[in-house]
């Protein structure tokens, strides 16, 4: 739970303990404490004013008045004189004194202390009161405890069971409550889902991957059985060699897509080198001219830019040039043309790879970067290449961008290097 928003709760929940704790001893004080109050401000003035004179001729008739209220009112007196001294052997029970009066005995004055008989003192009273206030405190962190189970340890709880019953294969559903526990859980329903998906994708690209290496290598299997007899002139020889080498290509582009998908979920860093424009092109050409000639498509590079610089990953544009080419080579046929043109625009070096295949059908040239996606339709494995050419180029602050022109052109661009 959000840390601000849980203080804020429990700073609430505080101050309503404290309230109820205060409206509590009110009404304890006002069940408890006022009955005695009024029972001894009615005894006060009951005494005072009706029962006891303000003057007495002699000691004895005090005495015997004061008896006389003791008994019908249940309470004990001391009689102080002028000095304080207490001069009466009465026991007292309590701590409490009800109420005080003056009285003149032959013209002595005299101070008259009322206690009750009962068995009431402060010490007893603060007791009851101290008793009181550990049963509300206990009730109160019993309701907090409740409350902290409702709202944070059984919301953990069910997500650690979710958590442990996933590991049995039991997939967790989504929380309705839109409190942080919620999004904690749904959070962890989309990773889970993710997660499915992504195991789903890893067991189609290899049940893929194995079936579509089947028929190849059988072919190339069969082919060299074939060479191997050597009951063939030399123009099948070749003939069949050429085969082997183009079911070998062919499992060289399937297994194509285990670096595609490695290279997605690896964490990618880059290690850039300063390189001119035209050494990019000699390591182009180096890569790619023969390959393509045997293969009858023509492969040209033009740039006016040859002594401009770029800060790159040198292997990371290798792969790059690496997945657009050969997805371009994918749709061509013989006479088939790749072209690469380089150029400047505003401080950046631009790249375009066309070719003059079929191009890519409008409703969907803005998914071709997507991971997975794929615009062949006999392919059942599901393309990387170009997601991981985006990822690429935007890590060198880059963009990329696709559209038709007589074929399909990808085009993209990154920041010059200026040379100090």
């Not at 001894?40 to 006389?68: A, G, M, P, Q, R």
Request: hydrophobic share 40%; proline share 2%.
């Amino acid at each position: 739970m959000n840390k601000k928003k849980l203080r804020k709760n429990y700073t609430l929940l505080i101050v309503l303990a404290c309230t109820l704790n205060v409206f509590l001893l009110i009404v304890w004080f006002g069940f408890k404490a006022v009955p005695i109050l009024y029972k001894i401000n009615e005894l006060e003035n009951k005494v005072n004013n009706i029962e006891l004179s303000k003057e007495y001729d002699t000691f004895e008739e005090l005495e015997k008045n004061i008896e006389k209220i003791s008994k019908d009112y249940s309470l004990s007196f001391i009689i102080e004189d002028k000095t304080g001294t207490n001069i009466t052997k009465a026991k007292i029970k309590t701590d409490i004194s009800l109420f005080y009066k003056m009285v003149l005995v032959n013209n002595e004055p005299y101070i008259l202390k009322a206690y009750s008989n009962q068995s009431i003192s402060l010490t007893s009273i603060f007791l009851q009161l101290f008793i009181f206030e550990i049963i509300v405190v206990i009730l109160i962190l019993f309701g907090i405890f409740i409350f902290t189970k409702q709202t944070v340890f059984k919301p953990i709880e069910k997500i650690v069971n979710d958590i442990k019953n996933y590991k049995f294969g039991q997939k967790p559903s989504k929380s309705i409550k839109k409190n942080e526990f919620g999004l904690i859980k749904n959070e962890f329903v989309k990773l889970v889902n993710e997660i499915d998906e992504e195991k789903k994708e890893q067991t189609r690209i290899i049940a893929n991957i194995n079936h579509d290496i089947k028929t190849p290598l059988t072919s190339i299997i069969g082919y060299s059985d074939l060479l191997l007899d050597n009951k063939l002139d030399k123009d099948e020889e070749q003939k069949y060699i050429h085969k082997i080498n183009e079911k070998a290509m062919h499992i060289k582009d399937i297994l194509s897509t285990f670096d595609d998908y490695l290279a997605s979920h690896e964490k990618v860093t880059l290690k850039k080198d300063i390189i001119q424009v035209k050494d990019l092109v000699n390591v182009l050409y180096d890569d790619y001219k023969i390959e393509l000639e045997n293969k009858n498509i023509k492969f040209e590079i033009n740039t006016k830019i040859d002594d401009e610089y770029l800060n790159i990953d040198i292997l990371k544009f290798k792969r790059i040039f690496a997945n657009l080419i050969t997805n371009s080579i994918r749709f061509l046929d013989n006479n088939g043309i790749i072209t690469i043109l380089i150029f400047e625009k505003d401080d950046m070096i631009c790249f375009k790879v066309k070719d003059n295949g079929p191009g890519v059908e409008k409703d969907i040239i803005t998914k071709i970067f997507d991971p997975l996606f794929t615009t062949d339709s006999s392919r059942k494995i599901s393309g990387l290449g170009l997601s991981i050419c985006k990822e690429f180029i935007e890590m060198h602050n880059g963009k990329i961008k696709a559209y038709n022109d007589n074929g399909l052109v990808i085009e993209f661009n990154i920041p010059k290097y200026i040379v100090k």
